[in-house]
């Protein structure tokens, strides 16, 4: 096993969140609910980056900020139609997620 962080996000509809995040490449991994009518927690994966996204309303708060870091981030740009732009660290993008958490997305130069 490989010690990591893996950032939390609130999301209302763990369903409608799965499949905004596999516009970026990611892929559900699981689902944990204590009961059928309890909220879920899960989890997506794309590479090595994980997220666990939840609907338990203590778990974390809307507008959280994850940084990705993509090999690609133009393609990812296409995917949503926004144009990357240059930092001095990297090619980046932000997105906002359908419960208002934001993505820095970049790819570094140099």
């Not at 799965?18 to 009518?37: I, K, M, N």
């Not at 909220?39 to 090595?48: H, Q």
């Not at 666990?52 to 778990?59: A, I, K």
């Not at 940084?67 to 393609?75: F, G, I, K």
């Amino acid at each position: 096993m490989n010690e990591e962080a893996i950032p939390i996000l609130r999301v209302e509809n763990a369903a409608a969140a799965v499949s905004w995040y596999e516009r970026l490449g990611f892929t559900q991994q699981w689902e944990h609910r204590f009961a059928p009518e309890l909220p879920a927690f899960v989890e997506v994966a794309r590479g090595g980056v994980r997220l666990f996204l939840s609907e338990h309303s203590g778990d974390a708060r809307p507008d959280t900020l994850v940084y990705l870091r993509v090999l690609d981030v133009d393609v990812i740009a296409s995917e949503f139609g926004v144009r990357a732009e240059d930092a001095p660290w990297a090619r980046e993008i932000e997105l906002r997620g359908p419960d208002g958490n934001r993505l820095r997305i970049g790819t570094p130069t140099g």
